[in-house]
Every structure is written in C-alpha cells, then in structure tokens.
Nanobody, 127 residues
C-alpha cells in the first residue's frame, strides 16, 4: 500500500511560483509512474503532468507546458511539481497519484488508470 501526501500549496499572486511535493510512505516511488492532476470548482478533474517510471519521460497538459516542471527524487521518495508564472486559472486542488504501469508518460493522462492518490493540496492564485 502506498500512501501519498502532497504539500506546498498556498495563496500566491499571479506571476508567482510554487513548488508542490508529493511524498510517499510504504514504498519507494521509483517503481511507479507519477502524475499530478487538479480539480477546480465547477470543473472536472484534469491532467496536469506525468513522469514515467523507467525512463523518466514527462508529459504536460498544454495549459501548463513551459510553466510547470515535474521531477522525481527517488532517494527521497518524492515527486515535485515546480509551477512558475502562475495564473488565476491554475487555482485548484492539486493531487498527486501513482500508477504501477511501465508506460511512456504520454500514456499517463487518464486519471482512471492510477492506483493511489493523495489527499490534495490547495493552490490559489489571485489576480
């Protein structure tokens, strides 16, 4: 069983940066593909970014490409999401998730494929 805990959310102004972290207990994250998703009020949960388990390939939603970076630190059992140039539209609860499949990152956009989820961390970007 993998328990995921997100941290690093907060309230920032547009243009600022935040770094979200996802830590794991019960297992190393190196054998899992990891994804970040977000859920804003009145909207469906959407894919943000993913990193594959073996090659470390990455994939991003078009809305965050060039602004967000996903990375992993296997020794620390963490996956991070560096978010730069934040916009009010980025306001949401952000969730990290773990997927046991060994597939390229481009196959990791479907939230239904993930096996474990964190509780989420709120990110609010004011204009």
């Amino acid at each position: 069983q993998v328990q995921l805990i997100e941290s690093g959310g907060g309230l920032v102004q547009a243009g600022a940066s935040l770094r979200l972290s996802c830590s794991a207990s019960g297992s190393t994250l190196s054998t899992y593909a990891m994804g970040w998703f977000r859920h804003a009020p009145g909207k469906e949960r959407e894919f943000v970014a993913a990193i594959s388990a073996k090659s470390g390939s990455t994939d991003y939603a078009e809305s965050v490409k060039g602004r967000f970076t996903i990375s992993r630190e296997n020794a620390k059992r963490t996956v991070s999401l560096q978010m730069n140039s934040l916009k009010p539209d980025d306001t949401a609860v952000y969730y990290c998730a773990a997927d046991r499949r060994f597939v390229p990152a481009s196959y990791l956009r479907d939230s239904r494929e993930y096996d474990y989820w964190g509780q989420g961390t709120q990110v609010t970007v004011s204009s």
